[in-house]
C-alpha cells in the first residue's frame, strides 16, 4: 500500500519564477493538504482541498495556489517565487470524519530558490 | 506568535531510560493534540494522540499527558531506543470549531545513547 508520493523531491529555482510541486495521496484518502517547513521550524498549514476545492488556508499570499484533481491527487502552485520560500513542502492525506486530523506525510519536496 | 511552543530544541537520553519531551500551547479552541516523529529525508510519521476530553493516552511505550488547565502536554517514551532518536513535533487542532488544521511547534531532536 502506497502512501503518499511527492514529487519532484528536490529542485531549484530562480527569484521570480513559477514552481508546480505534486502530490498522490495515500490510497482511500479523499482529503490533501500542503505544509511548508522553513529550516529550524515546525511544518506551517498552507491549504487544504476536500471535493476539488479548496476548504481551509492559512496566512499564505495568493502566490501559493493549488488544485485537487478527480483522483484526489494534489498540486501546489508557486508564482514569483521569493528567496523566502526556499522550504521542504510537505503533502499530507487523510480522510474526511473521525480522524480526520491524523495526517499521513510524503517525504516533502525541498524548493530552493536563488 | 507561536500558537504551539516545544521550548527544547534538543535533550539527549540514555538507552533504556525514560525521554519526555514537552509542550505548550496558548490556544483556548484547540482541543485535539498530537506527537508527529521525523526522521531525516522522511516525512513526519503520527505517533499517538489525545484528545481534551481525556488526560493521558498510551500506547505501549509512549504516554501522552495533557493538563488543559495549564495548556501543557507531554510526551513519555519509556524505556528509550536508539531507534526512537528522531525529532518530534507537537501538534494542535480545534476540532470542534471544524478546523482540522494543524499547528505545530518548531520540534525537539531526541538524541538516545546507546
Known amino acids: 500500500d502506497a502512501g503518499v508520493t511527492q514529487s519532484p523531491t528536490h529542485l531549484i529555482k530562480t527569484r521570480g519564477q513559477q514552481v508546480t510541486l505534486r502530490c498522490s495521496p495515500k490510497s482511500g484518502h479523499d482529503t490533501v493538504s500542503w505544509y511548508q517547513q522553513a529550516l529550524g521550524q515546525g511544518p506551517q498549514f498552507i491549504f487544504q482541498?476536500?471535493?476539488?476545492?479548496?476548504?481551509q488556508r492559512g496566512n499564505f499570499p495568493d502566490r501559493f495556489s493549488g488544485h485537487q484533481f478527480p483522483n484526489y491527487s494534489s498540486e501546489l502552485n508557486v508564482n514569483a517565487l521569493l528567496l523566502g520560500d526556499s522550504a521542504l513542502y510537505l503533502c499530507?492525506?487523510?480522510?474526511?470524519?473521525?480522524?480526520?486530523?491524523?495526517?499521513?506525510f510524503g517525504a516533502g519536496s525541498r524548493l530552493t530558490v536563488l | 506568535d507561536q500558537q504551539v511552543k516545544q521550548n527544547s530544541p534538543s535533550l539527549s537520553v540514555q538507552e533504556g531510560r525514560i525521554s519526555i519531551l514537552n509542550c505548550d500551547y496558548t490556544?483556548?479552541?484547540?482541543?485535539?493534540f498530537l506527537w508527529y516523529k521525523k526522521y531525516p529525508a522522511e516525512g513526519p510519521t503520527f505517533l499517538i494522540s489525545i484528545s481534551s476530553i481525556k488526560d493521558k493516552n498510551e500506547d505501549g511505550r509512549f504516554t501522552v499527558f495533557l493538563n488543559k488547565s495549564a495548556k501543557h502536554l507531554s510526551l513519555h517514551i519509556v524505556p528509550s531506543q536508539p531507534g526512537d532518536s528522531a525529532v518530534y513535533f507537537c501538534?494542535?487542532?480545534?476540532?470542534?470549531?471544524?478546523?482540522?488544521?494543524?499547528?505545530f511547534g518548531k520540534g525537539t531532536k531526541l538524541s538516545v545513547i546507546p
Open positions: 499530507a492525506s487523510s480522510l474526511q470524519g473521525p480522524g480526520a486530523n491524523v495526517l499521513t
Open positions: 482541498y476536500y471535493e476539488e476545492e479548496e476548504r
Open positions: 490556544n483556548s479552541m484547540f482541543d485535539y
Open positions: 501538534a494542535a487542532s480545534g476540532m470542534q470549531a471544524g478546523s482540522y488544521q494543524l499547528t
